[in-house]
């Protein structure tokens, strides 16, 4: 059965200061491994999509790596703004598309 | 690019009544859209997936019959829950997936609340 873990399930950090969380899965078939950002109240925002183990993309203060097990969303020193839930989701190779999602992390940084 | 609306924001709506949400693609062709629901501090479920054209494919424990789902063009999806009760209060969110970018790219809508008195 498909799964995905995030860890861990709170971090506070102070502005600037840099941390990392984490995304284990496990999937028959990985298709794809996305990460979102959500604000209270709102849907899921896109941020990244990974593909195949070793590939890395960064957007401003967030870079997201990928490996056979896991991924990891690193935040470079973040900034109160960035605090926010951030789900990652994997997708197998069947043809459903369908998304399956971690419980998230909810991150708060505090200036 | 890939913006998804949904409509209503918030609803209240008295138990026993139906509520439809209506979800759409604004600047592209969703073949496939999904709808979730989630539940304070919890992350997103899937209740079904959607085609265009076709039947949607219920989540298992989702009741086809209360929720009920019509994917009647490429740019619309609604969710129609009938006969609510409170228990049926919860964020509903659709997504939409886009294959005009590199890969399979699910965008979400900005999720209606549903409360039911």
């Known amino acids: 059965e498909d799964q995905v873990t995030q860890s861990p399930e709170a971090l506070r950090l102070q502005e600037g200061e840099s941390s990392s969380l984490n995304c284990s899965y496990t999937?028959?078939?990985?298709?794809?491994l996305f990460w979102y950002r959500q604000d209270p109240g709102k849907g899921p925002e896109f941020l990244f999509t990974?593909?195949?183990a070793g590939e890395e993309k960064e957007k401003e203060r967030l870079k997201a790596t990928l490996t056979k097990k896991e991924s990891f969303l690193h935040i470079t020193a973040p900034k109160p703004e960035d605090s926010a839930t951030y789900l990652c989701?994997?997708?197998?190779?069947?043809?459903?598309?369908?998304?399956?999602f971690g419980s998230g992390t909810r991150l708060l940084v505090r200036p | 690019g890939a913006v998804v609306s949904q409509h209503p924001s918030w609803v209240i709506c008295k138990s026993g009544t139906s509520v439809k949400i209506e979800c759409r693609s604004l600047?592209?062709?969703?073949?496939?859209m999904f709808w979730y629901r989630q539940f304070p501090k919890q992350s997103l479920m899937l209740m079904a997936t959607?085609?265009?054209?076709?039947?949607?494919?219920?989540e298992q424990g989702v009741e086809k019959d209360k929720f009920l789902i019509n994917h009647a063009s490429l740019t619309l999806s609604t969710l129609t829950v009938t006969s609510a009760h409170p228990e049926d209060s919860s964020f509903y969110i659709c997504?939409?997936?886009?294959?005009?970018?590199?890969?399979?790219?699910?965008?979400f809508g900005p999720g209606t609340r549903l409360t039911v008195t």
């Open positions: 989701a994997v997708q197998g190779t069947d043809s459903s598309y369908k998304l399956i």
């Open positions: 959607s085609n265009e054209g076709s039947k949607a494919t219920y």
């Open positions: 997504s939409a997936r886009t294959t005009s970018g590199k890969g399979p790219e699910q965008y």
């Open positions: 990974l593909y195949s």
């Open positions: 600047d592209f062709q969703a073949t496939t």
């Open positions: 999937v028959s078939g990985l298709r794809g």
